[in-house]
Each structure stands twice: as C-alpha cells, then as structure tokens.
C-alpha cells in the first residue's frame, strides 16, 4: 500500500510538472507572439527608410556625377535639407528569446521545429543589427567629408523635431565650401559604397520581415493563438 501511494504521488506530481510546464510554454510563446509582431511592424518601417535612403542617395550620385554646377549644387543641397537619412538602429524585440536562452527553457518548446525556428531568427537578426552599426559607422565617415564640402550657412535650421533637424533655403545662390575634384571624388566613393550597404541592408530588412512572419504564422498554428 505504501508503495502505491508512493508510485501514485510520483505520477501525480510529474502529471503537476507536466501541465505547469505547458502553461509556461504557452506563456513563452503568447510573448513570442508580441515581440514578433512588433518586430513585423518595425522592420515595416525600416524597409520604407533604407528604400528612401536608396532612391536619395541614386539622387547624390546622379548629381555629384555630372560635375560641380550651379544646378547640380542647388539640387545637393535641396538633398541635404531633406535629411536624406536619419540613422537611428533598429530596436529588436527580443526580451522573449533573451528570457527563454537564460533560463534554459527552450526546453519546454516542445516542438523542436518551432524552437530551431525562433533560435535561427535570434541570429539572423543579431546579424543585421551587427551590419547595420557597420553602416551607420561609414555613413559617419562620410558626413565627416560632407561638413568640409557644403557650406550649412547657406541653410536655416527651421527645426529640430524628435533628434531631426529640418532646414529652410536662404534667399542666396549655394556655393560650395571646397570645389576641390579631389575630396569631392572622395566623397562621391563614399557614397556610392554606402548606397551598395544600403541596397544590401534594405535587402536583409525584407528577408527578415518575411522570416518574422513565417514565423509568427508557425507559432499561431501550434499553439492556436489569435
């Protein structure tokens, strides 16, 4: 008889571990669910701002290219006054796998499919937010060639709205700071090698936004939540 309640109670309480671990799964994965979905909309918007940031920075080429006039320069600046790229990082959702890698409850995802899944997102995005701080360092090396070419007189600063700056034109004819061929060809290599950054950046922005959805889609079937 002891023997029995013993063996009884040992069924019992893995029955116990058992159901409490599958309401910490489905926990787990409910804050999966938020954090991807806040993850789907802000890549959203990052593919929108790389995509801007190309078809501006095609502008700066297009007019650096055909050579140092007074209409090339106007439309520079025209550029220039509309922020052309504005570079704050992307802020990643991941208090969920940080919390399930910590705690060493990947476990408890039972469906191994799914866990290697949410494992293989982590990286990924690790990945493009290592990238995407290598951009944002070579996009400072050429505003540091920007600040000794364009002269910031000849614009008014209207603004300064939410970290950005937004400029006015001065009733004046925009010249130059430095018309050397020189720095400017430097500059112009500058951007060119950031528009191929961005182009790939914009590219790894969308891959990504498709691997947050497969995902999400994959969670909402297991787990069946709306």
């Given at each position: 008889m002891i023997f029995l309640a013993v063996t009884m109670g040992f069924f019992a309480e893995n029955i116990r571990e058992g159901f409490a671990d599958r309401a910490k799964e489905n926990e787990f994965m409910e804050s999966m669910?938020?954090?991807?979905?806040?993850?789907?909309?802000?890549?959203?918007?990052?593919?929108?701002?790389?995509?801007?940031?190309?078809?501006?920075?095609d502008s700066i080429l297009y007019y650096l290219n055909r050579g140092?006039?007074?209409?090339?320069i106007s439309s520079l600046y025209g550029l220039q006054r509309k922020d052309f790229f504005h570079f704050d990082l992307f802020k990643y959702s991941n208090k969920t796998i940080e919390e399930l890698k910590s705690s060493g409850s990947f476990r408890l995802i039972k469906n191994k499919s799914i866990a290697d899944k949410i494992m293989a997102y982590d990286v990924d995005m690790k990945y493009i937010l290592i990238q995407e701080q290598d951009v944002k360092?070579?996009?400072?090396?050429?505003?540091?060639?920007e600040i000794k070419i364009f002269d910031y007189t000849e614009l008014n600063l209207d603004r300064y709205i939410d970290n950005k700056m937004f400029f006015?034109?001065?009733?004046?004819?925009?010249?130059?700071?430095?018309?050397?061929?020189?720095?400017?060809?430097e500059y112009y290599n500058q951007m060119l090698v950031f528009h191929v950054l961005a182009?790939?950046?914009?590219?790894?922005?969308k891959e990504i936004k498709i691997k947050a959805t497969n995902l999400l889609e994959s969670i909402h079937n297991e787990y069946g939540s709306e």
């Open positions: 669910i938020g954090d991807l979905k806040a993850d789907t909309a802000a890549t959203g918007i990052a593919v929108a701002r790389w995509h801007k940031a190309n078809l501006n920075l140092i006039e007074p209409a090339s360092d070579f996009r400072n090396a050429s505003q540091n060639l006015t034109k001065k009733d004046s004819t925009y010249h130059l700071l430095s018309y050397d061929k020189r720095l400017i060809g182009i790939i950046h914009e590219d790894l922005f």
